[in-house]
């Protein structure tokens, strides 16, 4: 066996064990360390090709992007990771599709039917993960607006426009020469990535990010064929198969089709309460306290179950938080982190910032553990969630979440929501739990309060 089949075979196996890895928090650490060897190795091992002529542009190419990913490493804060994820999805999807742009220039004149059709197929997926990902990137961080942009015949127009490129792809495999078709395809699927996710609501990122991953693996996939290289078939089918998966399990968690993700709009945006600011949250029937009062319900609590959300992302108060419990731990009352799949805007963005906080995994559980354990908490403490805990999604069929799974807050003996406003999440629908007996608001940034009512606990009870 060659030097550079031993490289892959050793990489593929790293790349298994650390997607087997990533499947536990306890574990997700070495997952991470062990694909990150295992990508080292499969570049170590293709500077051994022999086709090589020269390593002056793959050592250019390695500098550059060492220079460029440690600032991105160093300064994005984690609440910005979901952008980071997207960004990075657009990357590797243009660099695929430049790829296959360059060896249809360079053969085109050359090709045979199957080629032509690997290349056409890896730019058009390639291409519109480019574009979809660099929407997705801009919804999260607030460039375009959150909600689904629509209008009537939408569905009507992409799936048109997804025919089309289809035909064209169907063509250009009995003309391989015609670069006409093949440019115009490119520039089809360049639009439809932008069509694609216009449509869908910030709420589905976490879905949408998932789908996109699966699509870059499968990207890599089929350059991996146009290059005859094994790694890069083993990778994209690894990354495509479990981008896959977590598509599915995303869908489940919020109830939904793929379908439904990629072509319907989620709720609507238009239905948002007149009461944005903290100041009128007197005019609205919710019970409402301050951090100082709000401390006070933890004086008698045993148990506490804490559920984070976009806003506590938003506020970066993950910190403020693990302080707080911190102080709760030690006046000897039991906490608990309760994790919904699709909190926040990425797979595992609640996970990823409890972490980062210092926060033991031991104390997430996930929503099917700790939902029978929300009657027996004194004290459920949301921080920045809003649809995942939205009572509507069992009880009122005419919700656009009716049927989507959520945390049991609103069985507790009491709720405590610290929110900024009385704004909708991003289904773009009111909160039923807010209006419950059992429920009061803490209408401030939600680090200011966690900071407050840890810094309550200096002078003890």
């Given at each position: 066996m060659s030097i550079i089949q031993s490289?892959?075979?050793?990489?593929?196996?790293?790349?298994i064990l650390g997607i087997k890895f990533l499947s536990s928090p306890e574990?997700?650490?070495?997952g991470m360390h062990l694909a990150l060897f295992g990508m080292i190795i499969?570049?170590?091992?293709?500077l051994f090709n022999a086709e090589i002529v020269t390593y002056f542009w793959i050592i250019?190419?390695?500098?550059?992007?060492?220079?460029?990913?440690?600032?991105?490493s160093l300064w994005v804060p984690m609440t910005k990771i979901p952008q980071r994820i997207a960004l990075s999805h657009a990357g590797g999807a243009l660099a695929a599709s430049l790829i296959g742009i360059a060896e249809y220039y360079r053969y085109s004149a050359s090709l045979d039917s199957m080629n032509a059709g690997i290349i056409g197929a890896e730019v058009l997926l390639g291409s519109l993960t480019f574009t979809g990902s660099l929407m997705v990137a801009a919804k999260l961080h607030g460039i375009l607006p959150a909600r689904p942009i629509t209008y009537k015949g939408q569905n009507f127009v992409n799936l048109t426009l997804f025919a089309l490129m289809l035909g064209l792809l169907l063509y250009l495999i009995l003309n391989p020469?015609?670069?006409?078709?093949?440019?115009t395809i490119l520039g089809l699927s360049l639009l439809f990535g932008v069509f694609l996710v216009t449509p869908i609501g910030a709420a589905d990122m976490p879905v949408v990010i998932a789908i996109f991953n699966a699509y870059g693996g499968l990207v890599s996939a089929i350059m991996g064929f146009m290059l005859a290289n094994r790694i890069q078939i083993i990778t994209g089918a690894l990354d495509g198969a479990s981008g896959f998966i977590l598509s599915m399990l995303m869908?489940?968690?919020?109830?939904?089709?793929?379908?439904?993700?990629?072509?319907?709009?989620?709720?609507?945006?238009e239905a948002s309460t007149q009461n944005n600011q903290?100041?009128?949250a007197q005019d609205v029937p919710v019970k409402s306290l301050t951090a100082e009062e709000a401390l006070a319900f933890f004086e008698q609590a045993k148990s506490v179950i804490v559920v984070p959300g976009y806003g506590m992302a938003a506020s970066q108060a993950h910190h403020a938080l693990r302080e707080f419990v911190d102080k709760l731990k030690s006046k000897n009352i039991n906490v608990k982190y309760?994790?919904?799949?699709?909190?926040g805007r990425m797979p595992g963005h609640m996970n990823v910032l409890l972490a980062e906080a210092n926060v033991p995994y031991t104390d997430l559980y996930d929503m099917d553990d700790i939902n029978p354990e929300f009657p027996h908490a004194d004290i459920a403490l949301v921080v920045g969630a809003n649809d995942v805990t939205n009572p509507a999604a069992r009880l009122v069929k005419s919700s656009p979440i009716y049927g989507m799974p959520i945390l049991d807050v609103d069985k507790a003996k009491k709720v405590l929501v610290c929110k900024r406003s009385m704004n909708p999440g991003f289904s773009g629908i009111e909160n039923d739990l807010y209006l419950q007996e059992n429920t009061w608001l803490i209408f401030d940034d939600a680090k200011a309060t966690l900071s407050k009512m840890a810094y309550g606990f200096k002078g003890g009870w």
């Open positions: 490289c892959y075979l050793l990489s593929a196996v790293l790349f574990t997700a650490r070495r499969a570049i170590v091992g293709t250019g190419g390695l500098v550059l992007g060492t220079l460029l990913s440690l600032p991105i020469a015609l670069n006409t078709t093949f440019y869908c489940k968690a919020m109830n939904r089709s793929i379908g439904n993700v990629l072509l319907g709009a989620f709720g609507k945006t903290a100041g009128g309760a994790i919904h799949p699709v909190a």
